[in-house]
């Protein structure tokens, strides 16, 4: 009896066995040795590439044309050191063809300038409604001031009788470069009963 049940353990063995082999040839089972486990492979994290800030390279100054750098010359001054200063002498144009002696004396202080204008007989002024009208012989005081800007220039303005009424005159003049010329040019703000106004003008040269 005990050699019979020996024999069928042997068996039963040798049937596992097969077995076994069997599902170990095939695939569906597999040998795992204890404190062999191969550990996973560790995971790289893949950084995004962060791109390079362009740099901006320095432009190289542009050539100037012939060479250094210029500095533009303020415009020469006026070659005219006496100013609106002094004695000038010329003749008064007006209507008609009628002229008169002048004579302008100025004097400058600064900015103010004050003159005097002499005229000698023969000037006339068509007056319009009012007639021709003979500009008397005399002098006339005026003031103004100049203009920095325009230091050749001088604008001002006075009163003059004529035949009994007070005319208001505006009066421009410029000083030529040299100084020694004078361009004068006078306006007359006549009555409003003449219709009209009227002008003289003249040419003055340095005493």
């Not at 009896?1 to 095939?26: D, E, F, N, P, T």
């Not at 103004?144 to 001002?156: Q, R, S, V, W, Y």
């Not at 000083?175 to 007359?188: E, I, M, P, V």
Request: with cysteine.
């Amino acid at each position: 009896m005990k050699q019979l049940l020996a024999l069928i353990l042997v068996i039963a063995l040798l049937l596992a066995c097969g077995v076994g082999a069997v599902l170990l040839a095939r695939g569906w089972i597999t040998l795992r040795t204890p404190g062999n486990t191969v550990p996973p492979a560790p995971t790289v994290a893949v950084l995004p590439t962060v791109a390079a800030t362009p740099t901006l390279a320095a432009l190289p100054p542009a050539p100037s044309s012939g060479g250094d750098t210029a500095t533009s010359a303020p415009p020469p001054a006026a070659d005219n050191p006496s100013g609106f200063n002094g004695s000038f002498s010329g003749t008064l144009s007006g209507d008609n063809g009628s002229t008169a002696p002048a004579t302008i004396t100025l004097v400058s202080d600064g900015a103010a300038v004050t003159g005097q204008l002499d005229i000698g007989p023969g000037l006339a002024l068509d007056a319009g409604n009012c007639g021709l009208q003979s500009v008397p012989a005399g002098g006339q005081t005026a003031a103004g001031t100049l203009d920095p800007a325009a230091p050749n220039h001088l604008e001002t303005s006075g009163t003059i009788p004529v035949s009994g009424f007070t005319i208001t005159v505006r009066l421009a003049a410029d000083l030529a470069a040299d100084g020694q010329t004078l361009t004068a040019r006078a306006d007359l703000d006549l009555p409003l009963l003449c219709g009209r106004d009227a002008a003289i003008s003249g040419t003055f040269s340095r005493n």
